[in-house]
C-alpha cells in the first residue's frame, strides 16, 4: 500500500521516526522527483536475527579481513552510494529530500552506517535506522565484489550483539533471500515491530570507534 503525500515539506526526521514505529516509510519514484511517498507492504521483508545464513564463501572472504569495515565513519559517502547506479539498477529511489531527511536522523542517533572500505576508497555499505529493538535497513551498495555482503554481515553482528530483535528488509530480493530474509503478512509484521519498540538496544555495543575482525562478527552470528 503507498499513499501520496502533499506536504512534504512538513516531514521532519521526528515525523520519519514517528511513521517507522507505525510501520510505514518514505519513498520516492526517482532521484529527480521532488516527492515523497508513504508505503506499507502487504507483505513485509525481514532478517529473522536468530536464520541469518552466511554461505562457507562469504564466511571466508569475511574472516580474511580483505575489507576494513567501520561503523558511522561515513554516513554521507554511504547514502551517495546508495544513490548511485548500481550494476542492474540504474536509477534510485533516493532524492535529495530523502538525503536530507536521513541525514538529519544520523544526527539525532536514529540512523547509522556501515563502510566498507578498500584501502582508503569506500567500496560498499549500507544505512538503516534504529529504533527501540528494530534496526530497518533502507539501501545497500557496492563497488567491489562482496562489499556490500560484507557489510550486512557486520551489521547483523552488531544487531545481536546490541539486544535487536527486528531487522527489517522493507522488501525481499533474491539476493536478500540468500541471508535467510523471509516475507510476513502485514499483521504479522506489526506484532513483530510493536514488541520490538518495547524495549531498548545498544546499535554501540561493538566497538564503534575501531574496526570488529570478520572472525569475531561470526562468532557472533554463530553463537545465536
Known sequence: MASRDS????????????????????????????????????LRGIIPLGGFRVASRLARTVRSDVFTVTVNRDFRGVIDGCASPQPGRDDTWINRR??????GLHGIGHCHSVEVWQDDDLVGGLYGVSLGRAFFGESMFHRARDASKVALVHLVARLLAGGYELLDTQFVTEHLRSFGAIEVPRQRYRALLDDALHGVADFGALPVDQPVSGAQALEIIAKN
Open 7 to 42: 506536504a512534504n515539506a512538513d516531514i521532519t526526521p521526528e515525523v520519519l521516526l514517528r511513521a517507522y514505529a507505525c510501520g510505514i516509510f518514505p519513498m520516492a519514484e526517482s532521484i529527480d522527483d521532488p516527492t515523497l511517498f508513504w508505503v506499507e507492504p502487504e
Open 98 to 103: 530523502i538525503r536530507e531527511l536521513y541525514i
